[in-house]
């Protein structure tokens, strides 16, 4: 097998390592923001029923 071919397919497998490493910290925060949007939506909307069953 070629040398240089192999050590180019470890350093590029090495980068997509590094990719996916990112990637999937990102994913998880991505992820934890929405779960913060839905808290905050569900927040809002019990918010808005008390405001109109107070004004009834």
């Known amino acids: 097998m070629d040398p240089e ?11 997509l390592d590094q990719l996916e490493e ?19 939506e569900r927040v809002l909307e019990r918010v808005s029923e008390q405001i109109a069953d107070e004004r009834v």
């Open 22 to 40: 990112r990637l999937a910290k990102q994913l998880t925060k991505v992820r934890a923001e929405r779960d913060e949007l839905a808290v905050a």
């Open 5 to 15: 071919l192999l050590e180019r397919i470890t350093a590029r497998r090495a980068e």
